[in-house]
C-alpha cells in the first residue's frame, strides 16, 4: 500500500489484492460482510498491507456515517447502493442548505443534477488520483449524461443563469466534504510516515 495521498490511501486500504478479489466480493455479497481466509498471500508484503490499510480504516472509522458514506462513495473500491444513496443525500442537502430558495419542480430536478455532478467528481479523481479531467464539462454533455440515465431534460436555453451556479455550488460542496472526510486519513498517513 502506498501512503502518497489520502485519497489513495483510502482506495487502497480496502482494495482487495486480484488474485481473490473475485471470491472475496462474492462472499462479500452473499454473506454481507468480509471473510478471513487462510490461503492465497500470506509474505511480509501481505502483512505489510494490512497493518497499513487497518490504521487507515481505523482513521476513517472516526467519520460519522455520512460522512464515511460521502468517503467511500468517492474512493472505495467496492461501492455498494445504500452508500451511493447516502452520499448523495448529505450533497444534496447541504446544497439546499447552501442555495437560494427555489421551486419544487427545481428542487426535484436538483436532486439529478446533484447525482450528475457527484458522478463527475467521483470520476475526476477516480481511485484516488486525481489525474481526470470532467467528462461533461460541456453542458450540451452534461444535459445528454442526465437525460440518458435519469430521463431528466434540461433546457438548454439560460443554462448559466438558471443551472451553471448550482451545479459550481455542487461542485464546491463536494470538495468541502472532500476536506473533512480526508482530514483524519491525512493525520493517520502522517503519523504512519513519522514513525517509517
Known amino acids: 500500500m502506498r501512503l502518497n495521498t489520502a485519497r489513495q490511501a483510502w482506495h487502497d486500504c ?12 462474492e462472499r462479500l455479497g452473499a454473506l454481507g460482510t ?9 509474505g511480509a508484503g501481505r502483512a505489510a498491507h494490512q497493518a497499513l490499510a487497518g490504521r487507515v480504516q481505523a482513521a476513517i ?21 445504500d452508500t451511493q444513496e447516502v452520499a448523495q443525500e ?6 439546499q442548505q447552501r442555495s437560494p430558495r427555489m421551486t419544487a419542480a427545481k428542487r426535484e430536478q436538483l436532486d439529478y443534477v446533484v ?10 479523481h477516480q481511485g484516488g488520483q486525481s489525474a481526470n479531467a470532467d467528462p461533461l464539462a460541456a ?3 452534461f ?14 436555453t439560460n443554462w448559466t443563469r438558471n443551472w451553471g451556479g448550482a451545479v459550481s455550488l455542487i461542485f464546491a460542496c463536494c470538495e468541502d466534504l ?12 502522517q503519523v504512519m510516515k513519522k514513525s517509517a
Open 90 to 95: 448529505v450533497v444534496f442537502t447541504l446544497v
Open 61 to 81: 472509522a472516526t467519520l460519522r456515517r455520512p460522512l464515511k458514506a460521502f468517503g467511500d462513495f468517492m474512493y472505495c473500491p467496492q461501492l455498494d447502493i
Open 178 to 189: 472532500d476536506a473533512v472526510v480526508l482530514a483524519p486519513v491525512i493525520d493517520a498517513l
Open 115 to 124: 447525482k450528475g455532478v457527484m458522478a463527475r467528481y467521483r470520476y475526476m
Open 139 to 141: 453542458p450540451e454533455a
Open 34 to 42: 468480509r471473510v478471513q481466509v487462510t490461503t492465497g498471500q500470506r
Open 14 to 25: 480496502y482494495h482487495t489484492s486480484s488474485d481473490q478479489q473475485g471470491r472475496a466480493l
Open 143 to 156: 444535459r445528454a449524461w442526465l437525460d440518458a440515465h435519469y430521463g431528466v431534460a434540461l433546457e438548454s
